[in-house]
Structure formats: C-alpha cells, structure tokens
C-alpha cells in the first residue's frame, strides 16, 4: 500500500549546520509530495509541495526535488537557523491522488545556538 | 484571513464523560479533516469530509467516537464515553479541493486530556 518513510529523529545541528532529513514514499503513480513543519504548541502547516516529478520546492531556504528515479523527496537546508527547531513530516496522498494525505512519522529537528 | 478555528484549546476531563471538539474550517474550503496526535502513534487521520458529507471514517477508533458536519462552517468530534487512551492532541484541517489533492490547512488544535 502507500506510504511516506522518513528518518527518525531526533536531528539536533548546530546554527548554520547543513539539513538533510530523508522521505522516500511508494505510491501509484507520481502524486504531488509534500513537507509540513509543526513548531511547538501549533498545528501542520505546509512547508512546499512538489506536483509532479523533477519539481523542486522551496520555502524559507528549504528545498527538496521531487526525484521519481528513487522516489524520493528530501529536505535540506543550506544553513539551519534556532527558529528553524520543529518536526518535520513528509507527506504524500494516498493512492496517488486522493485528498487524504498520508504521513511519515515525523522527525524532530533541534537547533542549537 | 481567519485560518482553521478549533475550541476548546484544551479539555480536561475525567473517564466516561462526554467530551465534544469543535472546527470551523476555512471559508470556501469544502474538504474537512479529523486527525490525532499521539507520541505513541503520531498522525492519524480519524474522518474526513468532502461538501459535508463523510468520506471515509476508516481511521475512527470505535463506536464511541462519532463526526458530524452540519453545515460547510462547522463540524464536532465526539466522544462518548472518554477513556484515559483518548487523551491526544486533535487537529481540523480543511482545504479546498479543485483536482486532485491540494494543501491542507491545519488549526491549533485541542489538547484532551482524560484522566
């Protein structure tokens, strides 16, 4: 069936340090393919989206290229920041194009001054 | 603009009481989604409804767990009786649904407690 796999946590860089948290996904066709950041106390809010395969989503120096070849869909960032402290959930729709999104489990990132 | 408006932020309650959360969506989103949060189980999608009506309640745990959606702007969880394996973090998000899937918008959330 589909489903979103990311690193487990936690990740925990020093300011400036390079990210990397790693999501790969199976799925039925090529679905669009999203990361969501929850900050403490809040709810998902979307981070990007790639729709179809070789996109490349960014958003407050993140980024992460939709790449079919290995399905995969990983975040990175060049310098992470303290405020950038959160967890992370790729998510990808179930059977390729319904609107019930599946989950990865969520890696929690810490960012230390 | 006015995101996804959940109450109560935080319930406490004891078991076997009746315990109903609240949702407004975002105006002129026609999908609705129920999850839950646990440390345990992280995200789990309970419900979800589409122009109001219910799509798919795979995800509700069992009968004590019911969703309703009156109208476009509002929807409930209830759960009824409570029992302390409830206690979670419940999220509504809404979106709007034009082809395919499309990026949902998540409110705060309510933190139950059942003691």
């Known amino acids: 069936g589909d489903s979103v796999t990311q690193m487990e946590g936690p990740v925990t860089l020093s300011e400036e340090a390079f990210l990397t948290i790693n999501c790969t996904y199976t799925?039925?066709?090529?679905?669009?393919l999203f990361w969501y950041v929850q900050y403490p106390g809040e709810g998902l809010q979307l981070l990007l989206k790639?729709?179809?395969?070789?996109d490349k989503g960014s958003n407050k120096g993140f980024e992460a290229t939709y790449r079919k070849e290995t399905t995969s869909f990983h975040l990175e960032k060049g310098s992470v920041q303290v405020s950038d402290s959160a967890v992370y959930f790729c998510?990808?729709?179930?059977?390729?194009?319904?609107?019930?999104?599946?989950f990865g489990k969520g890696t929690k990132l810490t960012v230390n001054p | 603009d006015a995101g996804v408006i959940q109450s109560p932020r935080h319930e406490v309650t004891e078991m076997g009481q009746e315990v109903t959360l609240r949702c407004k969506p975002i105006?002129?989103?026609?999908?609705l989604f129920w999850y839950r949060q646990t440390m345990m189980r992280g995200l789990e999608l309970l419900i979800y409804?589409?122009?109001?009506?219910?799509?798919?309640d795979s995800g509700m745990p069992e009968d004590r767990f019911s969703a309703k959606m009156p109208n476009a702007s509002f929807s409930t969880l209830k759960i009824q009786p409570s029992e302390p394996r409830d206690s979670a973090v419940y999220f509504c998000?809404?979106?709007?649904?034009?082809?395919?899937?499309?990026?949902?918008?998540f409110g705060p959330g309510t933190r139950l407690t059942v003691l």
């Open positions: 998000a809404s979106s709007l649904l034009e082809s395919g899937t499309d990026t949902q918008y």
């Open positions: 799925a039925t066709g090529y679905p669009s």
């Open positions: 790639a729709t179809k395969a070789d």
């Open positions: 998510a990808s729709p179930f059977q390729g194009g319904s609107e019930k999104l599946v």
């Open positions: 105006s002129g989103h026609n999908s």
């Open positions: 409804f589409n122009n109001n009506v219910p799509i798919d």
